[in-house]
């Protein structure tokens, strides 16, 4: 389910959200925003135990649809609430 940039500060803020950019390393340092952590869409199965399954995830990426991918997958094991923030560039 796609989010909004003012859902997603209220999620974090007020529920603690994990922040996740499914770019690159070289795309993350490129353009950060506050507060998110970098797991590149090519490491998030071998990363997903540093998430926390009991907080909301909220994933971006460049045009939403590697955070769509990412999305599905931490769907797929279990998280029941996963958010696509779409493309980073709407947080502006």
């Given at each position: 389910m796609f989010i909004?940039?003012?859902?997603?500060?209220?999620?974090?803020?007020e529920k603690n959200a994990q922040f996740i950019d499914v770019r690159t390393p070289a795309e993350f340092l490129?353009?950060?925003?506050?507060?998110?952590?970098?797991?590149p869409l090519q490491e998030l199965e071998s990363?997903?135990?540093?998430?926390?399954k009991d907080l909301p995830v909220v994933v971006f990426c460049r045009s939403g649809n590697r955070s769509e991918v990412a999305m599905q997958f931490l769907q797929s094991?279990?998280?029941?609430?996963?958010?696509?923030?779409?493309?980073?560039?709407?947080?502006?």
């Open positions: 909004s940039c003012e859902d997603t500060k209220k999620l974090i803020k490129s353009s950060q925003l506050p507060s998110a952590v970098n797991i990363s997903v135990a540093t998430l926390d094991l279990g998280y029941t609430e996963v958010y696509n923030m779409g493309s980073y560039m709407y947080w502006k």
